[in-house]
């Protein structure tokens, strides 16, 4: 079964402070993604991991990809109130033939910063 | 440059109605995907086409169907609409069709706001 899990699903934190974000896959995957979403909005592609070991970084937060243990994270370095949002990755799964799947998203990572 | 479009972006149903989403790309896209998004539950894929004339099922089909008769376009039908499928509804497309294209980023629609009373 395909599976992604992400936890926690809430998270408080202060600004200033930094936090992780795990985002654990059932099954043999080819990349994964994370996004954001704003309240009453679309999803916002944050990044876009394809192999072991990749890292990618965008102003506070980084990503990162362990594809052997089957766990990406995303870590929030000095949260300011702008991040809060809600993130969730999404790992595209392989078909037996190797041709692209499908993308199954985990339930998000609500994340409130406060002053 | 629109990206994907989604139309109507709020609607509100009668159980039994019927009602036709639609989902139009401008980037040439192959693969597109319909989602629906239910508090505490992340995206659920409903539908999915890897390109015109082809779709297939994903997570949660049942009450759905679709139709992909032409490339920059996705239609998502209810047939006879429940309360259950009260969601948002999001809309996807990408590049996809290899299993090494690299770089590939899946863009998403501003969603539709559908209620079913």
């Known amino acids: 079964e395909l599976k992604v899990e992400q936890n926690p699903l809430f998270l408080s934190m202060q600004e200033g402070k930094n936090y992780t974000i795990y985002c654990n896959y059932s099954t043999t995957s080819d990349r994964l993604y994370w996004y954001r979403q704003d309240p009453g909005k679309s999803l916002e592609s944050l990044f876009v991991?394809?192999?072991?070991?990749a890292v990618k970084q965008e102003g506070r937060l980084m990503a990162s990809l362990d594809t052997k243990a089957r766990l990406s994270t995303l870590h929030i370095t000095a949260a300011v109130h702008d991040l809060s949002a809600t993130y969730f990755c999404?790992?595209?799964?392989?078909?037996?033939?190797?041709?692209?799947?499908?993308?199954?998203f985990g339930t998000g990572t609500r994340l409130q910063v406060t002053l | 440059n629109a990206g994907v479009t989604q139309t109507p972006k709020f609607r509100v149903l009668k159980t039994g109605q019927s009602m036709t989403l639609l989902c139009a790309q401008d980037m040439n896209h192959e693969y597109m995907y319909w989602y629906r998004q239910d508090p505490g539950m992340g995206l659920r894929l409903i539908h999915y086409s890897v390109g015109e004339g082809t779709t297939a099922k994903g997570e949660v089909p049942d009450g759905y169907n679709v139709s992909r008769l032409k490339k920059q376009n996705f239609l998502l039908g209810l047939e006879s609409a429940a309360p259950s499928q009260t969601s948002v509804y999001f809309c996807?497309?990408?590049?996809?069709?290899?299993?090494?294209?690299?770089?590939?980023?899946?863009?998403f629609g501003e969603g539709s706001w559908l209620t079913v009373v």
């Open positions: 996807a497309s990408s590049y996809d069709g290899a299993l090494f294209l690299r770089g590939n980023t899946i863009y």
């Open positions: 999404a790992v595209r799964f392989l078909h037996e033939t190797g041709t692209a799947s499908k993308l199954t």
């Open positions: 991991l394809l192999s072991n070991g």
